[in-house]
């Protein structure tokens, strides 16, 4: 899987565990939704933008990525 896919999907996990839409994700996270959405279309996320997710989300960096979907060989890129 590739990173960017592995984010996405962990950003949908954490939406469906804290019952938030994506648009509540943006506003709280300063981020926007346009940004969230198109992801999995990207080659690359930025920091910042990962950063943003994490407020929204009123979590850190580290509970983001700890997740078995970060597990090294499940990443491809």
Known sequence: MRLVDAVFARI??????????????AMNGGVPR???ATIPLSETVTLATIYGV???FQITLQ??????????DKVTD
Request: hydrophobic content about 35%.
């Open 63 to 72: 509970e983001f990525f700890n997740s078995p979907l970060f597990d090294k």
């Open 34 to 36: 346009s940004t969230i």
């Open 12 to 25: 949908k996990e954490l939406m469906k565990e804290k019952g938030m839409s994506m648009y509540r994700l």
């Open 54 to 56: 994490c407020e929204g």
